[in-house]
């Protein structure tokens, strides 16, 4: 079950993603990967290490070599299935309202708009956000230490490479109006209060 959401995850948010974004722009969204590549090689290797732990571990359940430390039930499999949908939801809505703004993680632009209408008047991320619900969706499903530890790899590359090379890119293209929004809507989860 765990294969399932992860493939149905690269086929709508990252294959879909990058097709939607070549229709529209004739473009990839993939322009100065090499550059930012090399200036971000850690976030990338914590996060492939992370995810492709996830599609690892997934394909060894599949196959029947490992097995998950806790037996779920019907409930918990409902909820974790419910959670994949609202995180595939949420990133996909979140990429479509970005726009031809929208870049793979390593590409950077310098003549994006900045996107504050939708969901992104109430996460800075949605995207990133809808991804780490859909992974942890995947951590319920397959409850084994080594699939969290993944879900833990991921969580900790997108934070860092959200705090320390998208936002400051985004201050240096944007100015005062992007740390104006900084200081209205959190990063990841939108404000309760």
Not at 7 to 32: D, M, P, Q
Not at 170 to 185: A, R
Request: with cysteine; charged share 15%.
């Amino acid at each position: 079950m765990s294969l399932i959401v992860i493939i149905v995850y690269i086929f709508f948010a990252l294959i879909g993603r990058v097709y939607l974004v070549y229709k529209l722009t004739g473009s990839f969204g993939t322009e100065n990967t090499y550059k930012s590549f090399r200036s971000n090689v850690y976030y990338i290797i914590c996060l492939y290490i992370g995810f492709g732990g996830m599609i690892t571990l997934a394909i060894l359940d599949i196959k029947g070599r490992i097995n998950p430390q806790l037996e779920i039930g019907y409930i918990s499999i409902a909820c974790a299935l419910f959670l994949a949908i609202v995180g595939l939801i949420i990133t996909v809505i979140g990429q479509q309202q970005m726009g031809s703004s929208w870049r793979a993680i390593v590409a950077k632009s310098k003549s994006t708009q900045l996107i504050t209408h939708g969901l992104f008047k109430y996460s800075r991320n949605p995207v990133y956000m809808g991804t780490l619900i859909l992974f942890f969706s995947v951590v319920i499903l397959f409850p084994h230490i080594i699939m969290l530890i993944c879900f833990l790899f991921a969580y900790l590359s997108i934070e860092l490479l959200v705090r320390f090379d998208e936002e400051p890119h985004l201050k240096k293209v944007h100015g005062i109006e992007y740390e104006n929004y900084c200081k209205s809507v959190n990063r990841f989860l939108p404000k309760v209060f």
